[in-house]
């Protein structure tokens, strides 16, 4: 079985930075993508940032230049590195992780979320 947890929200104020983390943890045989999504009051969740091994990453036109995606794949770990924030970043950040959990004997896909992480900025 496969889990994900996030780690590092917070408050901060405008223009500060915070660093989001999301650790996956079981009976992971490989992870193809790990995605950011965010979703704020009375808005539908959002596609953050996401990278997919091997490939660059992509990023939301709204967070361009501010914030960046990386993995570190020994770790099975995703980190969103937020810099310059807004009042309107303010949301529940969400990982999410498709890849492969090896099981008896076959291989078993998986598309996890984990619980969210709650990110304040205020202006």
């Known amino acids: 079985q496969v889990q994900l947890v996030e780690s590092g929200g917070g408050l901060v104020q405008a223009g500060e930075s915070l660093r989001l983390s999301c650790a996956a943890s079981?009976?992971?045989?490989?992870?193809?993508?790990m995605r950011w999504y965010r979703r704020a009051p009375g808005k539908q969740r959002e596609l953050v940032a996401g990278i997919i091994s091997g490939a660059a990453a992509n990023y939301a036109d709204s967070v361009k230049d501010r914030f960046t995606i990386s993995r570190d794949n020994a770790k099975n770990t995703v980190y969103l590195q937020m810099n310059s924030l807004k009042p309107e970043d303010t949301a529940v950040y969400f990982c999410n992780a498709i890849g492969t959990a090896t099981g008896r004997g076959t291989p078993v896909p998986f598309d996890l979320w984990g619980l969210g992480t709650q990110v304040t900025v205020s202006s």
């Open positions: 079981g009976s992971i045989f490989s992870i193809k993508i």
